[in-house]
């Protein structure tokens, strides 16, 4: 990096994210003056958007349904099957962890991985408040999984990467995790390619998933050069100024023997 440091960007995300938790800060909520991670331009839609209630109809309490700071419902883009494992990076307060593991029913597992031990105590309270069963929080960065590789038929993630110096060792891990076969499903913000000066490259911005934010057609090639196959824009939308988007974007494992 050339702006700002590397740890200054762990430690501040870190620290943002630990104040989230311990304060119930929601969807759309900013924070320390800047856009929070989910608010994107008035033109852009909700960024609210994510589902918030079970496949068949009953609601989370709104406390726990209004706790995403993602951009996107990469739940629903998996399309999730009964008995699947799926890793959640950056799983937050555990909305998208307990939403997959409705889907993927008593015979699947989701498993978040966060690196702000506040927001996983959140996420364990809240799993234990909703009696959920099959689901795990475990501490520790995405850029160094505390999971053994071919765990996952499922890697997801919603607004994270972006905050990342590094972003093709999450996208390395996330392949590593994943069985033969399967899939990442990833919703993120990304440029429209219009370069980000770089006196705007501070660590609030980063943070606020602003300044982190690469050209889709490079994140697609990280997504590629780790391995990664069949890889689709699903979805697209104008997310704030400065050429930002909010993507939703889907790509393969290869099987054994394939490739």
Not at 50 to 58: E, I, K, L, W, Y
Not at 86 to 101: C, E, K, N, Q, R
Not at 146 to 155: H, K
Request: net charge negative; proline share 5%.
């Amino acid at each position: 990096m050339e702006m700002v440091d590397a740890e200054k960007i762990r430690t501040a995300v870190r620290e943002r994210y630990a104040r989230a938790a311990l304060t119930g800060s929601t969807c759309c909520e900013p924070a320390s003056g800047a856009s929070a991670c989910c608010a994107p331009a008035a033109d852009a839609g909700s960024c609210c958007d994510a589902p918030v209630s079970f496949a068949d109809g009953r609601s989370l309490p709104e406390d726990i349904a209004v706790t995403s700071l993602g951009c996107g419902a990469p739940v629903e883009a998996a399309a999730l099957r009964p008995g699947e494992t799926v890793i959640d990076l950056g799983s937050g307060a555990g909305l998208d962890v307990f939403l997959a593991v409705d889907r993927v029913g008593p015979a699947g597992r989701a498993i978040g991985v966060d690196m702000t031990a506040e927001m996983i105590a959140r996420a364990r309270a809240n799993a234990a408040r909703l009696g959920a069963t099959g689901v795990e929080f475990r501490l520790g960065e995405i850029e160094h999984l505390p999971i053994r590789e071919e765990t996952a038929d499922v890697v997801m993630s919603n607004c994270v990467i972006n905050l990342l110096p590094d972003k093709r060792t999450a996208f390395a891990e996330a392949y590593r995790v994943l069985k033969p076969g399967g899939r990442l499903v990833v919703s993120d913000i990304v440029s429209d390619g219009t370069p980000v000066p770089e006196v705007l490259k501070t660590v609030e911005r980063w943070t606020a998933c602003l300044a982190g934010a690469i050209p889709v057609k490079e994140y697609i090639d990280t997504i590629t050069q780790a391995g990664f196959q069949q890889v689709e824009v699903l979805s697209s939308r104008n997310y704030a100024d400065g050429g930002l988007l909010s993507v939703t974007i889907r790509a393969a494992k290869p099987g054994r023997g394939r490739g």
